[in-house]
């Protein structure tokens, strides 16, 4: 079975400039969430999506935004870049909702 | 604020078995550890998850005491690649967001 894939895997932006990450679950899940990591604050959950409802949120600002599709496809979008948004963008995707969690390879965005 | 505390970093030679453990003083009834292991620029990969006693599969045992006050991963024969870093999450069964501390980053040395 194929794992969490994201994509792309490598993004360069500007600041002020919005950004668009997608992420596909593991096949037969349903639960898809968003974690920013960053050397400084480490691992940090954005938020996660079941059923095409945010269903929890962290603490980002509302720059930070997702949805997720009918397939459980899910994409993250970031507006108005800035330095500090310099980032790995990870995807983890479970069956249900507090189930196990498998992470995707991530993304990682340079602001410029 | 994380729920567990590990090590910062450990090292170990290659072939040794290594055990790392990490406290979760006010693990909740329905309260699982998880153990994730991270290489640098990629997503955490799921290594084993347990409840109570001992949890063991291809990769590492999970070995949880009976007051689940803590647990050590343990990892047999480390090999130069599982140099990376081992978070311990004490993760809600009913809740989803992970809650991921520093971690313990493992060097393993020739």
């Known amino acids: 079975k194929a794992g969490v894939t994201q994509t792309p895997r490598y993004l360069i932006k500007t600041r002020g400039q919005q950004v668009t990450l997608s992420c596909s679950p593991i096949s037969g899940h349903r639960s898809v969430s968003w974690y920013q990591q960053t050397p400084g604050q480490g691992l940090q959950f954005l938020f996660e999506?079941?059923?095409?409802?945010?269903?929890n949120k962290g603490n980002f600002p509302g720059r930070f935004s997702g949805r997720q599709f009918s397939n459980s496809r899910s994409e993250m979008n970031v507006s108005t870049l800035e330095l500090g948004d310099s980032a790995l963008y990870l995807c983890?995707?479970?069956?249900?909702?507090?189930?196990?969690?498998?992470f995707g390879p991530g993304t990682r965005l340079t602001v410029l | 604020l994380a729920k567990t505390t590990q090590p910062i970093s450990m090292d170990s030679y290659e072939g040794q078995e290594v055990n790392i453990t990490c406290s979760h003083n006010n693990i909740a009834t329905n309260d699982y550890i998880t153990w994730y292991q991270q290489f640098p620029s990629q997503g955490p990969r799921f290594i084993i998850q347990?409840?109570?006693t001992k949890v063991t599969n291809e990769v590492a045992s999970l070995f949880i005491p009976a007051d689940r006050k803590s647990s050590t991963l343990s990892l047999p024969r480390v090999s130069l690649s599982d140099t990376a870093v081992y978070y311990c999450?004490?993760?809600?069964?009913?809740?989803?967001?992970?809650?991921f501390g520093k971690g313990t980053r493992l060097s393993v040395i020739a």
């Open positions: 999450l004490d993760s809600d069964s009913g809740n989803t967001p992970l809650v």
């Open positions: 347990g409840y109570k």
């Open positions: 999506y079941f059923s095409e409802t945010q269903r």
């Open positions: 983890a995707s479970s069956r249900q909702e507090g189930d196990t969690q498998y």
